[in-house]
């Protein structure tokens, strides 16, 4: 049975938290009250430029991201996509789902008019980066992070 692309509903946040800390960094860095998360999903369903995609497979959800689109001036006014919390769950994984995500996120970037796509990817994620070179991502900069 095929995975089904969608957008995100309020009730998928509990299936997308699990799938959010089902590794040894994510477990680390999340575990809010569910509030919290509900609070966040509505701020995101709320504004266009976001979009939060689940990938469905009988009924389960089996995958997620979050896909923004971003305004700059730089790139001659274009718009850029970012994507983030990349997630496929650990039964399923190198079954190409998580091409099949990314396909649907470029797809949607470009529809929306935006000139590149970009993430960021924990430095310790090694198979991670192997699957981004596959599809032809460039690790191009060097980014940083600083906890606020």
Known sequence: MAVIFRDACRADVPAILALLMDDPLGAARE????????AAFDD????????????E???EIVACCQL????????????????????VAPKLRSMG??????AECEGRAKAAGASVIQLTT?????R??????????????????KPL
């Open 122 to 126: 924990d430095k310790s994620r090694q």
């Open 44 to 55: 995101i369903a709320a504004t266009p430029s976001h979009q939060l995609i689940v990938g």
């Open 128 to 145: 991670a980066h192997a699957f981004y070179e596959r599809l032809g991502y460039v690790a191009s900069h060097l980014g940083y992070k």
């Open 31 to 38: 575990g809010a009250p569910i509030k919290t998360y509900l």
């Open 97 to 102: 789902i998580g091409a099949e995500l990314m």
């Open 57 to 59: 497979k009988a009924g």
């Open 68 to 87: 923004t689109l971003l305004y700059g001036l730089s790139r001659k006014g274009g718009r850029r996509a970012l994507v983030e919390a990349v997630r």
